[in-house]
């Protein structure tokens, strides 16, 4: 114990300097995927910088059309039994075509991804507004920032020798997003503003200088959906305003400050009363700014990460960062830093924390340039809504996690009756995607969507449990948890010729296997992901009954299961982790799903630690995969390997995942947009959290029982120091390290608490 002191007081730790995050461009955004993100998890705006013309897209993360529907097929379960006895007979695509028939929705589902003017609907962008420059010139010395220390915008340029700039950010203080247009001569602001969108505007209001937009979104019934509202109020400090048309119109202008403010019912008020209310009290802006500014780095100033590079490369241009990166990743550690915050700004940026009314973030966040957004914009449960939320714990945004897990609340409700209808089952469970109503019930067609997903999200609910260690919190989420499980016990089915309980019928999501008659097919007994998320499922229920001292005898019926469930990973004879219970030849060898190696992340079932013949298996698995794949499958990937303790690979990952997708040809490919969201393509957001979250793990790690710093560090990263990165246990890290090794650390947790702690592969008990 004296020696534990010792090294306890010995610690020491360098103190961290701000870091030059900023995205720089010297030239206006040609393309939607080169504007720049701004929100506050309730709105967002994507400013162009434009020299001739701004053209600024705007959102609110609940501007969605359908409306809630039920549908469930209530009368799929009579097949329940038909289909697992084909499936013990070893007749899958006989199986499957039944499941097709019975295992899917009713009515349209989700519109096949194109789900607008249907009830499921879809996540749609609110307009855009238009500001025209009258005094429009070519510019010189063009200058173009999104600044994460701050999450302000900038744009500047010249005409002549005037310099103009721009400045954008939305509140995160109050609900509204502003544009300051400012110059270095009187008078030299001249503009015309105005709103537009395709479609649902009831009325547009243009009244001196504000403009009022309301409407109706569809409810894919043929009637009345959503209603929403926009106001604009144009404050501008000399010169005059006018109307024209649809227009503001200010001429001679010493500077303009434009404000927004955007909403809908689904928060229960009424939308052009909320907007009004916003923007009736007098605005300063700079008062405004210095709140902002305040409230946002209370919670992004929580984590800085810096690795040390021999000359710094902030200076460049994003893009050419870019392809710097993608052809040496070795000469820019900035940009790897750059990308990490830019991951934990996209979370406080779309995600509003502190209510129990915010929505997380959908597959594009909350930013969307259309109406009819790629895949409905929704939440697709089979692992993108999941990776949107992996870094958030790590990434020291706790709180922001909570908008996912008040969503999963909800639906597990509505999960009831689809758990009911599809297997007569108690308990709840939901499938492969969902949207604000609470969408449960299957897809359209099985290889994608019958894969249930109501497991999985319940990881959610016990590592939000792991890292803050909050009781009365887990007390509130332990029947969500029970039901899952219930609903699991339930419909696991006892295979004859293994002996063990499997769930059925299922798939490996959107992944097919060719059977012995040629045949290819997706549904299954017990696919390995499906084993491993039970296993954990039952595990994490047994161990919150346990802490919360509940004694619930279902735990008796669970930990007796577990005894008759698969292992979480059975190894083939080619050595790698198998994906169902028989060795199947793959349809597509290199698909982009890796769901088989859910126990390898996020859960903690395969470690080179404590499993190592499971870990050599899942890095066969992923050496056949390949590392190639969609933006979001290289962002797991970064995962996998950084499990693996394999830093360099996942850097590896990281550079692929870092390539430009849009090529000198215009054609685009997976990798990152000029402004870095990442490429699926199209844009998903999934792959900009993922690979954040994916730098995070190979700084530290604490599943495997032990804290563990710098697992998985990249040979070229030999220097550098991360504050406040967090661990499970209620536990925030400090790691300084030089020549690849730590040289100094701190844990910051309960006084008094004994950790155990693997530093440069030793592992010690340390008191914090």
């Known amino acids: ?93 006989e199986a499957e075509k039944l499941v097709n028939q019975n295992f899917v929705c009713v009515g349209a589902g989700s519109g096949h991804g194109n789900g607008a003017k249907v009830p499921y609907g879809c996540f749609q962008n609110l307009g855009y507004l238009n500001i025209n420059f009258l005094n ?15 999450g302000i915008a900038k744009t500047h340029y010249s ?80 010169g005059t305003i006018s109307n024209y048309d649809n227009q503001i119109i200010v001429k001679d202008a010493d500077q303009l400050i434009i404000y927004y403010a955007a909403t809908t019912d689904y928060y229960d008020h009424n939308p052009t009363d909320y907007v009004n209310n916003i923007l009736a009290s007098k605005l300063n802006y700079e008062k405004l700014k210095t709140k902002h500014i305040r409230a946002y780095k209370q919670v992004f100033d929580r984590v800085n990460l810096n690795i040390k590079d021999n ?35 996209l979370t406080i940026s779309s995600t509003a924390r502190n209510s129990d009314k915010a929505l997380p973030p959908n597959l594009q966040g909350l930013w969307a340039h259309q109406i009819q957004t790629p895949w409905n914009g929704d939440y697709h449960l089979n692992v993108n809504a999941q990776m949107n939320h992996w870094g958030v714990e790590t990434g020291n945004l706790s709180e922001y996690h909570r908008p996912f897990i008040n969503l999963i609340k909800r639906i597990s409700d509505e999960g009831k009756k689809t758990a009911k209808a599809y297997y007569n089952a108690p308990g709840w469970v939901v499938y492969m995607m969902t949207n604000i109503w609470g969408y449960t019930a299957p897809g359209e067609h099985a290889s994608w969507g019958a894969s249930t997903a109501s497991g999985w999200l319940c990881n959610h609910l016990w590592e939000h449990y792991q890292f803050t260690e909050d009781k009365e919190y887990l007390r509130q989420v332990f029947p969500i948890l029970k039901g899952a499980a219930e609903f699991y016990k339930h419909t696991n089915v006892f295979d004859p010729k293994t002996r063990q309980y499997v769930t059925s019928p299922s798939v490996s999501p959107e992944n097919a296997f060719r059977l012995s008659n040629g045949k290819a097919a997706s549904v299954v007994m017990g696919p390995t992901i499906d084993i491993q998320i039970v296993r954990e499922l039952f595990q994490n229920v047994i161990a919150a009954d346990s802490i919360l001292q509940i004694n619930d005898s279902f735990t008796s019926v669970l930990r007796s299961e577990l005894q008759h469930i698969p292992p979480a990973v059975v190894v083939s004879n080619s050595g790698r982790v198998m994906e169902w219970m028989e060795d199947y030849d793959e349809v597509e060898p290199t698909h982009r799903h890796v769901s088989h190696l859910y126990g390898l992340y996020p859960a903690p079932f395969i470690s080179p630690i404590t499993t190592p013949k499971w870990a050599d298996a899942a890095k066969k698995t992923l050496e056949v995969r390949g590392d190639g794949g969609t933006g979001w499958s290289r962002a797991w990937k970064i995962l996998f390997w950084a499990r693996l303790h394999d830093g360099d690979h996942a850097l590896e990952i990281l550079r692929q995942l870092l390539k430009p997708a849009i090529s000198l040809d215009g054609k685009v490919s997976a990798g990152t947009y000029p402004n870095l969201f990442c490429a699926h393509p199209p844009f998903q957001i999934d792959g900009n959290f993922g690979g954040s979250a994916g730098i995070g793990e190979m700084l530290v790690q604490s599943h495997d029982g032990f804290i563990h710093l710098l697992p998985a560090l990249p040979s070229n990263w030999s220097d550098g120091e991360v504050r406040g990165i967090r661990v499970r246990g209620n536990i925030s890290v400090d790691i300084v390290w030089k020549n690849n090794k730590v040289v100094t650390y701190k844990i910051h947790g309960t006084k008094g608490r004994i950790v155990n702690l693997r530093v440069n592969d030793v592992v010690n008990r340390v008191v914090l």
């Not at 929100?39 to 609940?62: C, K, R």
């Not at 173009?144 to 701050?150: G, M, P």
């Not at 247009?181 to 503009?191: G, Y």
């Not at 241009?317 to 700004?345: E, S």
């Open 1 to 93: 114990m004296k020696n534990i002191f010792s090294l306890i007081l010995c610690l020491l730790f360098m103190s961290l300097q701000a870091q030059d995050l900023k995205l720089l461009y010297d030239k206006p955004a040609a393309l939607w995927e080169e504007t720049l993100p701004l929100g506050n998890g309730w709105i967002g705006m994507m400013p162009n910088g434009g020299i001739q013309e701004e053209n600024i897209v705007l959102n609110e993360i609940s501007m969605w059309s359908g409306s809630y529907q039920d549908a469930n097929n209530y009368e799929s379960y009579k097949q329940f039994s038909t289909i697992q006895q084909l499936l013990f007979q070893g007749k899958n695509d």
């Open 136 to 150: 429009s010139k070519k510019g010189t010395g063009y200058h173009r920032e999104l600044d994460l220390n701050s």
């Open 159 to 238: 005409l002549g020798d005037t310099l103009y700039t721009r400045e954008y950010f939305v509140s995160q203080d109050k609900n509204l997003g502003a544009v300051k247009l400012s110059a270095n001569k009187k008078k030299s602001i001249s503009v015309a503003l105005h709103f537009y969108r395709d479609e649902n505007v009831k009325s547009h209001i243009v009244d001196g200088n504000t403009i009022l937009i309301e409407g109706i979104l569809p409810n894919g019934i043929g009637g009345d959906g959503l209603s929403y509202a926009s106001k604009f109020l144009v404050v501008n400090k000399g």
């Open 311 to 345: 000359e710094s490369k902030s200076h460049l241009p994003t893009d050419q960062r870019l392809a710097n990166f993608f052809k040496n990743p070795a000469q820019d550690n900035g940009l790897a830093v750059l990308y990490y915050q830019f991951g934990r700004y």
